[in-house]
């Protein structure tokens, strides 16, 4: 980094307040570099929260769009280094500026945005937690399990320009509107799949479990996102935390080995998807499973999209004992 750069950034950290950390551009991939190197293998997936891991030029610009910053403004101005600092540290303020602006067809899975003063975001209420509707009846359950199925394809194909991928599946971070809609209550764990740089489709030649995508996470990282390319073929990851930490109640697909620490995985929570009506079974015990675990390659969506059908056809009452 250049002498006057280096000036620019220390004014920056002026503007920001003491003891803020400020952040550039090309400090990214060293920063994700030594993330990997700190982190044990089995939290890798944990790391896809990067949102800037595989943050796209046309991404960035548009973010400047959103905070007046015109396409002159030079990458190490103090205002471009807050704004790489609030993306990799804060983002949520600039993702729900961005979903609203650009991305609207993803809108109604995030709680409106009123505002920000310093690194403080105020949104509308969300609801209720995920959490308090485990005890509702099947029908409730079943429609709520459907929701997030659908917000996982609509992460993937709604948008024509963005992907959206989500690592952090578990309770805490869904909530339900009064209206019975789900929504996401952190979005710290996203990153924004740019279509216009990613690769022609490509399908996987064997199943793809728990160390497929450890592999991938891990060698995403270490080259410093220049796999970015190639994020979608490991989008159904989503599918797989979906199924593994929300949806499914079966013992069998409770432990994962290598996405947490050995007390983590001692931790069982009841899936949304519990005590399934005998005229559903074995079917939808089935789908769960191979959502988690597939046996070939494909078998994870395929599962995922029958059993979304199926919730559909259960809500509409036409599967009741």
Same mark, same amino acid.
């Given at each position: 980094?250049?002498? #006057? ?43 896809? $929260? ?11 610009? /548009? ?25 990799? *540290? ?16 993803? +809108? ?5 945005? *009123? %505002?920000?003063? %310093?690194?403080? @975001? ?26 997030? *199925? ?5 992460? /993937? ?11 952090? =599946?578990?309770?805490? &971070? ?20 740019? $279509? ?8 996987? $030649? ?34 797989? =935390? ?28 009841? %899936? ?8 559903? #079974?074995? &079917? ?17 969506? +395929?599962?995922? &999209? @029958?059993? $979304? ?13």
């Amino acid at each position: 980094m250049q002498e #006057e750069e280096r000036e620019i950034l220390a004014e920056g950290v002026q503007a920001e307040g003491k003891g803020a950390v400020i952040l550039c551009p090309e400090e990214l991939p060293e920063i994700t570099n030594t993330m990997v190197s700190v982190v044990p293998s089995i939290h890798l997936w944990k790391l896809l $929260k990067s949102l800037v891991l595989c943050a796209s030029e046309r991404f960035l610009a /548009q973010l400047k769009d959103l905070y007046g910053l015109n396409r002159w403004t030079r990458d190490y101005s103090p205002e471009i280094a807050t704004l790489m600092t609030s993306l990799l *540290l804060n983002p949520e303020g600039l993702l729900l500026k961005f979903f609203h602006q650009y991305v609207p067809e993803l +809108q109604k899975y995030f709680p409106a945005y *009123l %505002g920000e003063c %310093g690194r403080m @975001i105020v949104v509308a209420e969300a609801g209720v937690p995920l959490s308090e509707y485990l005890n509702a009846s099947w029908d409730v359950r079943a429609d709520l399990a459907r929701q997030i *199925l659908q917000m996982i394809h609509d992460f /993937q194909n709604a948008s024509s320009d963005w992907m959206v991928i989500f690592a952090d =599946f578990s309770y805490d &971070n869904f909530a339900v509107t009064a209206d019975g809609h789900i929504q996401l209550l952190d979005l710290e764990d996203i990153m924004i799949i740019d $279509k216009r740089d990613i690769s022609p489709g490509q399908k996987h $030649k064997s199943a793809c479990d728990e160390e497929c995508f450890v592999t991938f996470t891990k060698s995403l990282f270490q080259t410093g996102g220049q796999d970015c390319r190639v994020v979608p073929q490991y989008s159904q990851v989503m599918l797989l =935390f979906a199924c593994h930490k929300l949806l499914s109640d079966l013992d069998s697909t409770k432990y994962l080995r290598h996405f947490y620490d050995e007390k983590e995985k001692q931790v069982s929570t009841v %899936g949304l998807l519990h005590d399934i009506p005998e005229i559903l #079974e074995p &079917n939808m015990s089935n789908l769960l499973y191979s959502c988690v675990f597939e046996s070939a390659p494909g078998q994870r969506i +395929q599962s995922a &999209n @029958i059993l $979304k059908r199926l919730l559909e056809a259960t809500g509409r009452g036409y599967m009741r004992s």
